[in-house]
Nanobody, 125 residues
């Protein structure tokens, strides 16, 4: 079992930055992948970024490459999403998710069994 708690959302102006945090608890974090997904009103949940805990390897959606960075702090059992140069289209509820390490695509939300409650990010123009 993995429990996830997100924090760090808020309201910012376009071009500004935010850092989201996902505090994870559980005994086998090193056996898991961690992802960030987002869902805007009226849209489907979409992949943002994924990180493999045991080696720190990452992947990011094309729409956020160069602006967002997923990372982890192993001492704090926390996964971060640093978001720079935010745009109004980044407005959404952001969710942290976890799954046992898998060869399946980290971009598929259906492969994640553990989810946080979500944190709202609003970017005004």
């Amino acid at each position: 079992q993995v429990q996830l708690v997100e924090s760090g959302g808020g309201v910012v102006q376009a071009g500004e930055s935010l850092r989201l945090s996902c505090s994870a608890s559980g005994r086998t974090l090193r056996s898991h992948d961690f992802g960030w997904f987002r869902q805007a009103p009226g849209k489907e949940r979409e992949f943002v970024a994924v990180l493999r805990w045991n080696d720190g390897s990452t992947d990011h959606a094309d729409s956020v490459k160069g602006r967002f960075t997923i990372s982890r702090d192993t001492a704090k059992n926390t996964v971060y999403l640093q978001m720079n140069s935010l745009k109004p289209e980044d407005t959404a509820i952001y969710y942290c998710a976890a799954r046992l390490q898998s060869l399946r695509s980290g971009k598929d939300a259906r492969t994640y069994g553990f989810w946080g409650q979500g944190t709202q990010v609003t970017v005004s123009s």
